[in-house]
C-alpha cells in the first residue's frame, strides 16, 4: 500500500492564482481531512470528509474548496491564493470517522504565495 | 472550543535520560480520545500513543508512556532511555464525539536530542 500520497511537494504561486492539492488513498478509508501547519499554532484542521460525497468544514475554510466524488480522492482548492495561504499542507485519512482511529497522514505539501 | 495547549516551545534531553513533554487540555466532556503524534525533520505525522478517557491505566508503547490525569486534563509524555532518533517535533492532540470528531492539536514542543 502507499498510504497517502499527496502531490505536489512543493509549490509556488503568485496572489491570485488558483491551484488544486491532490490528496489519495489506497486504504479504503472512509474518513479523509486537509490540515494547514502554521509555526507556532499546531496543525488546524480545513475541511473534512466522513464519505464520498459528503464534505464539511473545519477550524479555517474560508479560501479553500472541497469535494468528495470517490472514496480514494480528496482534492484541496485554492480559489485565489493569498500570502496568508502560506504554509505546510497535510491531507490525512482513517478508517472511519471514529474518535478512536489513528489517522494516517500524507508527506505534506510547502506552499508559498508570493 | 476545545483547546489543547502544550506549554513547552522546545525541550532538551541528553541520550539515555528520560524527557517528560506536557499537555493541557479544555473540556466539558467525558468520552474522548487523547494522542501524542511525532514529527521529524522529514515532515511525515507519525503516532506515538493514545488515550482514552475512560481507561483510568496510563497506556504505554515501549520507550513511550503517559501520565494521564483526567480530572486535572493533563496529558504528558514520558519518552525513556531518549534517542537520537526521538529528536522531533511532539504534538498533542484532542478528538471527541461531540467536537464532530475533529482532531484538535496543540501548538507542538520541539525535542532536542544531545548526544
Known amino acids: 500500500n502507499a498510504g497517502v500520497t499527496q502531490t505536489p511537494k512543493f509549490q509556488v504561486l503568485k496572489t491570485g492564482q488558483s491551484m488544486t492539492l491532490q490528496c489519495a488513498q489506497d486504504?479504503?478509508?472512509?474518513?479523509m481531512s486537509w490540515y494547514r501547519q502554521d509555526p507556532g499554532m499546531g496543525l488546524r484542521l480545513i475541511h473534512y470528509?466522513?464519505?464520498?460525497?459528503?464534505?464539511d468544514q473545519g477550524e479555517v475554510p474560508n479560501g479553500y474548496n472541497v469535494s468528495r466524488s470517490t472514496t480514494e480522492d480528496f482534492p484541496l482548492r485554492l480559489l485565489s491564493a493569498a500570502p496568508s495561504q502560506t504554509s505546510v499542507y497535510f491531507c490525512?485519512?482513517?478508517?472511519?470517522?471514529?474518535?478512536?482511529?489513528?489517522?494516517?497522514f500524507g508527506p505534506g505539501t510547502r506552499l508559498t504565495v508570493l | 472550543a476545545q483547546t489543547v495547549t502544550q506549554s513547552q516551545p522546545e525541550m532538551s534531553v541528553q541520550e539515555a535520560e528520560t524527557v517528560t513533554l506536557s499537555c493541557t487540555y479544555d473540556?466539558?466532556?467525558?468520552?474522548?480520545?487523547l494522542f501524542w503524534y511525532k514529527q521529524p525533520p522529514s515532515r511525515q505525522m507519525i503516532l506515538v500513543i493514545r488515550?482514552?478517557?475512560?481507561?483510568?491505566q496510563n497506556a504505554t508503547e515501549n520507550r513511550f508512556s503517559v501520565n494521564f490525569q483526567k480530572a486535572a486534563k493533563s496529558f504528558s509524555l514520558k519518552i525513556s532511555d531518549s534517542q537520537l532518533g526521538d529528536a522531533a517535533m511532539y504534538f498533542c492532540?484532542?478528538?471527541?464525539?461531540?467536537?464532530?470528531?475533529?482532531?484538535?492539536f496543540g501548538a507542538g514542543t520541539i525535542l532536542r536530542v544531545k548526544s
Open positions: 490525512a485519512s482513517s478508517p472511519t470517522g471514529g474518535i478512536y482511529n489513528e489517522q494516517f
Open positions: 486504504m479504503n478509508h472512509e474518513y
Open positions: 470528509s466522513v464519505g464520498a460525497g459528503i464534505t
Open positions: 473540556t466539558s466532556e467525558s468520552d474522548y480520545y
Open positions: 488515550q482514552e478517557a475512560y481507561k483510568q
Open positions: 492532540a484532542y478528538r471527541s464525539w461531540e467536537y464532530g470528531n475533529k482532531l484538535v
